[in-house]
């Protein structure tokens, strides 16, 4: 059934900076095309997760990716904008430094082919969940709290009506062999979505109504199992699981 249409698609190029959104996107077996292919790792960590977040550093928010290196087929940036609006190269010694500086402890920067994903290569979320947590939090929320991959504006207004897709599949336009998503699990929040993605200043009232919501969960992790590419408008079909 039909269940809507996209809204809005975005990568995020480097792992807790800020995201790009685009008009359309190459959905791959490994996430959007230029997703979280890189991070900045924590040296000495040796937790078996060592990459830098903004749950840790909550200003790596206010770093903007930029440019576009012609030497890859997939859109990865060059530079990224630092929140003083500095423009340093992404893979320079200048930009690992003043990270390094703002964590307080010494850190460098990783590219991982495939992306480094917390659980699953693409995160769904639908407008009228944002809306339900707003309201509930007496917010007027900014949908990049959120961090998702695929914002959706669904046909049914209710919030969290992602949790009925997880074992079905979403499909994406109007093409028989069109992108398709198979829906694994809810997205168990952190407290990034406390974060103002302009200031990084915390506001603890945003997790704290996901908790008693949902037991914090917004929104749907997916895995690829067909690749093409997404369009913002794009008609989404939802196929449920056997």
Not at 131 to 139: F, K, N, T, V, Y
Not at 182 to 190: E, I
Request: with cysteine; charged share 25%.
């Amino acid at each position: 059934m039909d269940i809507g249409h996209v809204r809005e698609l975005v990568r995020y190029p480097v792992k807790s900076m800020a995201g790009i959104p685009a008009d359309s996107a190459f959905l791959g077996l490994h996430g959007l095309g230029g997703d979280r292919r890189f991070a900045f790792r924590r040296l000495g960590d040796d937790s078996g997760f060592p990459w830098l977040q903004a749950s840790r550093l909550p200003e790596l928010l206010l770093y903007h990716p930029f440019g576009f290196d012609e030497s890859v087929a997939e859109p990865l940036p060059t530079h990224v904008r630092t929140p003083a609006g500095a423009e340093l190269a992404l893979r320079g010694a200048e930009l690992r430094d003043e990270v390094a500086g703002r964590f307080g402890s010494p850190v460098e920067l990783m590219k991982i082919r495939h992306g480094i994903f917390d659980d699953a290569s693409v995160s769904v979320i639908s407008l009228a969940t944002l809306s339900g947590i707003g309201r509930e939090a007496g917010l007027d929320l900014d949908r990049r709290r959120f961090r998702a991959n695929i914002l959706l504006e669904t046909s049914g207004l209710e919030p969290f009506l992602e949790d009925a897709w997880v074992g079905g599949t979403l499909l994406f336009g109007n093409e028989s062999a069109g992108p398709a998503v198979s829906v694994t699990q809810r997205d168990l929040r952190c407290v990034m979505v406390n974060l103002d993605p302009d200031t990084a200043q915390k506001d603890p009232r945003v997790m704290k109504t996901i908790v008693r919501l949902t037991g914090n969960n917004a929104g749907v992790y997916g895995t690829v199992i067909r690749t093409g590419t997404l369009r913002v408008g794009d008609t989404v079909r939802f196929v449920a699981g056997p």
